[in-house]
């Protein structure tokens, strides 16, 4: 029987887009709707107090910089939203190198690899990270050793072997 996992809330918030901020802040600064009735518009709606925020945010960068506030620069999404990545792509293939390049290497569990320093030249990292650079890289970890994906042409190989080992 499947263990029944609990889905995750969908909550009815989002970001606006580009145009659906300098849609609201022209609205806002020119007087033609107040900012509850500008945030009615959006779906799914938004609260007043984020659009006055929004306004009183894009105003702000709009004298800092010193550029109109039609400027389309001010509307764009600011970068550094969300978690920053903790291993860049080179990292992560000198940590799949090192656990691929010799047998006592690949029978290391995560933790002893980690506590043994065979990653010291890279940023500290969990257990869970580790696992997941793995996971990504497409290298399961059966029981205690690691093993690289099979190609097609070897997987047919070993169903071929075992249907001539069967029928002897």
Known sequence: MPINRRKPYKYKK???TAVERAFAVSASMHRMATNKEIAALFD????KDAIA?????IRDR????GISITNPTLYETLPGRGRPELLDDAQKKRIIEIVTQDRAHREKEPLQAIKDGD???LPPMSVSTFEN????????????????????RKATL???LQKVCIYR
């Open 62 to 65: 709009a004298d800092q910089e």
């Open 158 to 160: 070993r169903i071929q």
């Open 133 to 152: 650079v793995m996971y990504e890289a497409g290298i399961a970890i059966n029981g205690r050793s690691r093993t690289t994906p099979i190609d097609i």
């Open 14 to 16: 989002r970001d606006l």
């Open 53 to 57: 925020k929004l306004v009183r945010r």
């Open 119 to 121: 990653f010291d030249e």
């Open 44 to 47: 799914p709606p938004t609260t």
